[in-house]
């Protein structure tokens, strides 16, 4: 019986040590922050939904706003949702680490822009 217990307690251990928290950014404080899934600039504007294409690559993914989506600067001002434009530099945080599968909906829960002025016109 012993052994099982120690196997168990070793398992749970393991398994905390190796959990790291998804922690969003906040308008008032990004430190610890986990890293955006999507980075780039707004391609696209018909809202709930903008098209964003991708920094590293040439794609462009389609992101979906909710009610819930928290939208602000990265000077922590809030953002209303007709206040994003075109040319917007944008760093995307999902539901979880990572892009959704494809074929999964895109609904974006941390929307930080790096301004309110577009970088391009």
Same mark, same amino acid.
């Given at each position: 019986m012993r052994p099982v217990l120690v196997a168990v307690f070793a398992t749970v251990l393991l398994g905390a040590a190796c959990s790291v928290a998804y922690v969003l950014p906040q308008a008032d404080r990004r430190e610890g922050?986990?890293?955006?899934?999507?980075?780039?600039?707004?391609?696209r504007v018909d809202l709930p939904l903008i098209v =964003?294409?991708?920094?590293?690559?040439?794609?462009?993914?389609?992101?979906?706003?909710?009610r819930d989506t928290k939208i602000f600067t990265t000077y922590g001002g809030y953002v209303a949702p007709d206040e994003l434009?075109?040319?917007?530099?944008?760093?995307?945080?999902?539901e979880r680490p990572g892009m959704p599968a494809p074929g999964e909906r895109a =609904?974006?829960?941390? &929307?930080? =822009?790096?301004? &309110?002025v577009p970088e391009r016109p």
């Open positions: 922050a986990a890293k955006p899934a999507l980075v780039g600039e707004i391609e =964003i294409g991708a920094e590293e690559s040439s794609s462009e993914s389609q992101v979906t706003l909710s434009h075109e040319g917007q530099a944008v760093r995307v945080w999902f =609904i974006a829960v941390v &929307l930080m =822009i790096e301004s &309110l």
